[in-house]
Nanobody, 116 residues
Framework: QVQLVESGGGLVQPGGSLRLSCAAS????????MGWYRQAPGKQREMVAA???????NYASSVKGRFTISRDNAKNTVSLQMNSLEPEDTAVYYC??????????WGQGTQVTVSS
């Protein structure tokens, strides 16, 4: 079993920054991709950013240029640096891991609120 624990959410003013972190533990044998999804009230969960085992990254168009995902393979952690935050970024952010066996794991979610 794999556990994902997120940290770093909170309240920030428009234009501000936050950094989310996620630590994976448990029976981790081979990670294919780690990343972040978010879900705003009344909306579907959407991919925000992902980083593959080889280092390739992928971003939602709405966050490209503002968010940066990074990963520490040795520590099985993934982080999301969020800059120039907008009210539209308000959502619960979920850490995601997909193993090479194509099993998906999710964190419990952390709230990010962008408001003045």
């Amino acid at each position: 079993q794999v556990q994902l624990v997120e940290s770093g959410g909170g309240l920030v003013q428009p234009g501000g920054s936050l950094r989310l972190s996620c630590a994976a533990s448990g029976s981790i044998y081979s990670i294919y991709v780690m990343g972040w999804y978010r879900q705003a009230p009344g909306k579907q969960r959407e991919m925000v950013a992902a980083i593959f085992s080889g280092g390739t990254t992928n971003y939602a168009s709405s966050v490209k240029g503002r968010f940066t995902i990074s990963r520490d393979n040795a520590k099985n952690t993934v982080s999301l640096q969020m800059n120039s935050l907008e009210p539209e970024d308000t959502a619960v952010y979920y850490c995601h891991l997909r193993s090479r066996a194509l099993r998906d794991y999710w964190g419990q979610g952390t709230q990010v609120t962008v408001s003045s």
